[in-house]
């Protein structure tokens, strides 16, 4: 196969063994995945707050200065006093604590501290939708995967290490979480590329390429060591959500496989994959619930869980519009790279205000650190409201 860069994402473009190329997803250079830096609503944080930070945590409490102006100690004077602290106390939001971690940024934390505030004042979570079914993973559970495909260094921790390695380090991972959170139990899993989108158009046109019956069989084998779900993600090209899902129903009707959509490489135009950032709408979303939700009936399996990657306002559009189904079970997935602060406005902007039904946060060992940011801890992600329920390392 003839390989092909994409100048866009050429410092991060896949050469891969057999031939394979793909994109490493979540381009955060992309204009629309920079929302600006959230501080509306957010208490003015004094410098000697800041300064406490370094010792532990961040309040968005506004510290105190003192004035030159003699206090009136009259009685009038007390009794307004005694009034404005019931109205503050009514009126002001609580305080919001977020931890502190060295190398974070003043900038990082207020986003934070943004980012839950605007998920507190959302009305719309937790999201309404018909009671769990027995077996459902969430949200009693939370996920945490490793991403990547078992043929390129590049793609992702799945095939960056050996795989005994690899696991290895999920274990780690894995137990960090639950030591963050004790009461969520954490449930591993490996995410899968199985149809991956390519620079070159392939015999059909498609611009994609499907992983191998074998290839899927040997990323089982390992989930099986570790009891770890296996999630297919699809990366369509210029094929279809409807055209690809149908041949993976063999490994679907698994009940420890599940699905993951991949809109940043949904070329609906008919452009090269990489040269733009894809779509996916309802329509697609709802088919692939249909398909899943049909699978769970027939074989009498626990509810499915279907990821949505998303890191832009386009790239999944007409959201309202998917119809939920208790036998599969969505996540729209932050799926964007950078800095902290545009981790968490992006995650804001495109996952917290814009309600499916859960949420992910994706988290990128190269790409997130090579500006010298310390990798987002369990810690900082936990006070997100809404908190995710599925996480994915890449």
Same mark, same amino acid.
């Given at each position: 196969?003839?390989?092909?860069?994409?100048?866009?994402?050429?410092?991060?473009?896949?050469?891969?063994?057999?031939?394979?190329?793909?994109?490493?997803?979540?381009?955060?250079?992309?204009?629309?995945? $920079?929302?600006?830096?959230?501080?509306?609503?957010?208490?003015?944080?004094?410098?000697?707050?800041?300064?406490?930070?370094?010792?532990?945590?961040?309040?968005?409490?506004?510290?105190?200065?003192?004035?030159?102006?003699?206090?009136? #100690?009259?009685?009038?004077?007390?009794?307004?006093?005694?009034?404005?602290?019931?109205?503050?106390?009514?009126?002001?939001?609580?305080?919001?604590?977020?931890?502190?971690?060295?190398?974070?940024?003043?900038?990082?934390?207020?986003?934070?501290?943004?980012?839950?505030?605007?998920?507190?004042?959302?009305?719309?979570?937790?999201?309404?939708?018909?009671?769990?079914?027995?077996?459902?993973?969430?949200?009693?559970?939370?996920?945490?995967?490793?991403?990547?495909?078992?043929?390129? $260094?590049?793609?992702?921790?799945?095939?960056?290490?050996?795989?005994?390695?690899?696991?290895?380090?999920?274990?780690?991972?894995?137990?960090?979480?639950? $030591?963050?959170?004790?009461?969520?139990?954490?449930?591993?899993?490996?995410?899968?590329?199985?149809?991956?989108?390519?620079?070159?158009?392939?015999?059909?046109?498609?611009?994609?390429?499907?992983?191998?019956?074998?290839?899927?069989?040997?990323?089982?084998?390992?989930?099986?060591?570790?009891?770890?779900?296996?999630?297919?993600?699809?990366?369509?090209?210029?094929?279809?959500?409807?055209?690809?899902?149908?041949?993976?129903?063999?490994?679907?009707?698994?009940?420890?496989?599940?699905?993951?959509?991949?809109?940043?490489?949904?070329?609906?135009?008919?452009?090269?994959?990489?040269?733009?950032?894809? #779509?996916?709408?309802?329509?697609?979303?709802?088919?692939?619930?249909?398909?899943?939700?049909?699978?769970?009936?027939?074989?009498?399996?626990?509810?499915?869980?279907?990821?949505?990657? $998303?890191?832009?306002?386009?790239?999944?559009?007409?959201?309202?519009?998917?119809?939920?189904?208790?036998?599969?079970?969505?996540?729209?997935?932050?799926?964007?790279?950078?800095?902290?602060?545009?981790?968490?406005?992006?995650?804001?902007?495109?996952?917290?205000?814009?309600?499916?039904?859960?949420?992910?946060?994706?988290?990128?060992?190269?790409?997130?650190?090579?500006?010298?940011?310390?990798?987002?801890?369990?810690?900082?992600?936990?006070?997100?409201?809404?908190?995710?329920?599925?996480?994915?390392?890449?």
């Amino acid at each position: 196969m003839q390989h092909a860069s994409f100048d866009k994402y050429r410092p991060a473009s896949v050469l891969a063994s057999l031939g394979l190329f793909a994109v490493l997803t979540a381009c955060a250079a992309n204009s629309d995945a $920079r929302p600006s830096a959230g501080t509306e609503g957010i208490a003015t944080v004094g410098a000697q707050t800041m300064r406490a930070a370094d010792k532990g945590t961040v309040s968005t409490t506004a510290s105190s200065t003192a004035s030159s102006t003699p206090k009136d #100690t009259s009685t009038k004077a007390r009794a307004r006093d005694t009034s404005s602290v019931r109205k503050d106390t009514v009126t002001k939001d609580p305080p919001i604590t977020v931890p502190s971690v060295p190398g974070r940024s003043r900038k990082d934390s207020l986003a934070l501290v943004s980012a839950i505030k605007a998920g507190l004042k959302n009305t719309r979570w937790p999201v309404k939708a018909a009671p769990a079914l027995p077996g459902s993973i969430l949200p009693g559970r939370r996920i945490v995967a490793y991403y990547g495909n078992p043929l390129s $260094r590049k793609m992702g921790i799945l095939g960056e290490l050996p795989p005994k390695e690899m696991l290895a380090r999920l274990d780690k991972e894995v137990a960090a979480w639950q $030591r963050a959170d004790p009461s969520t139990p954490v449930q591993p899993a490996l995410h899968l590329i199985a149809v991956v989108a390519q620079g070159s158009p392939g015999r059909d046109g498609k611009y994609r390429l499907r992983m191998t019956d074998s290839l899927i069989e040997t990323v089982a084998s390992w989930a099986a060591k570790k009891n770890a779900l296996v999630f297919l993600d699809v990366q369509v090209g210029l094929s279809t959500v409807k055209e690809e899902l149908p041949r993976l129903v063999p490994f679907l009707k698994r009940p420890n496989f599940h699905l993951g959509l991949d809109p940043e490489f949904s070329m609906k135009s008919g452009e090269k994959p990489g040269t733009k950032i894809g #779509t996916m709408n309802a329509s697609d979303v709802n088919f692939a619930i249909g398909l899943l939700s049909d699978l769970v009936t027939q074989y009498n399996l626990p509810p499915k869980v279907l990821v949505v990657h $998303r890191f832009t306002r386009g790239m999944l559009t007409g959201s309202r519009n998917i119809h939920l189904d208790p036998r599969v079970q969505v996540v729209v997935n932050m799926d964007g790279w950078g800095a902290p602060w545009l981790k968490f406005d992006s995650y804001r902007a495109y996952v917290e205000a814009d309600p499916v039904q859960f949420t992910g946060f994706k988290l990128f060992y190269h790409n997130d650190t090579k500006k010298g940011h310390p990798l987002l801890t369990p810690g900082e992600l936990l006070p997100l409201t809404p908190k995710p329920v599925y996480i994915q390392y890449q």
